[in-house]
C-alpha cells in the first residue's frame, strides 16, 4: 500500500455513511470531521460541550454548505452520559459505519470521573469501551463498519497497573496518561481480535496524531492555572508541533485507507514518527500482549458493567 504524502484527497468517496467522532469540536477530531463531512458523510460530532460542538458545525458549514452535520452531546467521565447517547442514536440511527474514539483528556491533576475512575483512564479507555460496547450491535450490522480508536506515543511509556487503576494508591500524572494511552492499545486489538473471531465485518484499528498543536496540551496548565506552564505549551506547539489537520490524517487513514485488515496502528512516518504524512506504524511490544489485553477487557467489563454482543463461543 502506497502512503507517500496520503492527504485527504485520496479518501473515497463517503456519501451516505454514518460517523461518530468523540471530541470533534475542536483539534484534530474536529479536522477530521471537516474532511469527512467534505467528503459526504453523516458526521455525529459528539462532544461535551454542545454549545462548542454548534460553533464546530456552523464553521462547517461555512466551508461545506451542504454538510450533513448532527451535534449529540456525550460526556465519557459520566457513563450515564455515554448510556444515554447510545439509546438515542440507536433510536435514530439505522448505521453506523465508523466510529473514532477520539476525546480524551491530557496531563490533568488527580480527579475522578461521575461513576469514580481516575479520570484519564476513565475518560480516554473505560467511556470509549462503554461507548463502542454499547454500539457494537449497529456497528456489527452495517457492512464493512470501522471502530478507530486513538493512542498517543506515550503508549510506549505507560502500563497497566491492576493493583492501582484508579490511582488511589499512588498518582503519577503522566504515569495515568501512559497507562490510559496504552489501555487504547490494548482494547483496539483485542476488539479486533474478538470480532474476526466472532465473523464481524467490522474491523478496529488503532492510531496515534503524532504531536499536533491542540488545546488538549492546555488542559492540565489550565487547571494547575499555571500560566508558566502554558506559555511553555504554546511555545512547544508553535516551533515543534505539526498543524491539527496533519494531525487528523492518521484517524482518517485508520478510517477509511483501503486494504486495512484490522489490528494495524497508524501515525505520522516523518520526523521521530511525531510529524509527516500517515501510514502503518509499530506501537511496542507490551501493547501486543494478549494476556494483558485480556485481563483489561474482563476489568474493564467488570468496572462498567459492560458485556459485549459477543458470544462466549466466538471468544474463549
Not at 503508549?155 to 504515569?175: P, S, V
Request: hydrophobic share 40%.
Amino acid at each position: 500500500m502506497t502512503t507517500t504524502e496520503w492527504t485527504i484527497e485520496n479518501i473515497p468517496n463517503q456519501n451516505d455513511r454514518c460517523i461518530i467522532i468523540t471530541g470533534a469540536n475542536s483539534g484534530i477530531g474536529y479536522e477530521a470531521a471537516l474532511a469527512l463531512a467534505g467528503k459526504g458523510a453523516n458526521v455525529i460530532l459528539a462532544v461535551r460541550d454542545a454549545q462548542k460542538g454548534e460553533q464546530a458545525c456552523a464553521q462547517i458549514h461555512r466551508v461545506y454548505p451542504q454538510a450533513h452535520i448532527e451535534v449529540m452531546p456525550l460526556d465519557l467521565a459520566d457513563l450515564a452520559s455515554v448510556h444515554h447517547f447510545a439509546e438515542t442514536f440507536s433510536r435514530q440511527h439505522k448505521t453506523l459505519a465508523l466510529l473514532v474514539n477520539n476525546a480524551g483528556v491530557m496531563g490533568i491533576p488527580y480527579r475522578k470521573t461521575a461513576d469514580g475512575f481516575e479520570m484519564q483512564l476513565g475518560t480516554n479507555h473505560l467511556g470509549h469501551f462503554v461507548l463502542t460496547g454499547l454500539l457494537l450491535p449497529i456497528l456489527a450490522a452495517t457492512p464493512q463498519a470501522r471502530i478507530v480508536t486513538v493512542s498517543s506515543m506515550m503508549h510506549r511509556f505507560g502500563k497497566i497497573n491492576f493493583d492501582n487503576l484508579n490511582g488511589e494508591k499512588k498518582y503519577a500524572t503522566w504515569a495515568a496518561y501512559s497507562q490510559s494511552k496504552l489501555a487504547n492499545l490494548f482494547f483496539a486489538y483485542e476488539l479486533n481480535r474478538r470480532l474476526a473471531k466472532a465473523g464481524i465485518d467490522a474491523i478496529s484499528v488503532g492510531c496515534h496524531p503524532g504531536y499536533a498543536a491542540t488545546n488538549l496540551q492546555f488542559g492540565a496548565s489550565r487547571m494547575n492555572r499555571s500560566r508558566a506552564q502554558e506559555i511553555l505549551n504554546r511555545l512547544q506547539n508553535t516551533f515543534f508541533a505539526q498543524s491539527a489537520a496533519m494531525g487528523a490524517l492518521p484517524i482518517l487513514f485508520a478510517a477509511t485507507a483501503p486494504g486495512l485488515q484490522g489490528g494495524e496502528y497508524v501515525g505520522p512516518m516523518g520526523w521521530g514518527k511525531m510529524r509527516g504524512y500517515p501510514g502503518i506504524g509499530e506501537s511496542n511490544a507490551l501493547s501486543h500482549d494478549t494476556r494483558i489485553a485480556q485481563k483489561l477487557w474482563v476489568v474493564s467489563e467488570e468496572l462498567t458493567g459492560i458485556q459485549y454482543a459477543l458470544s462466549e463461543s466466538s471468544v474463549d
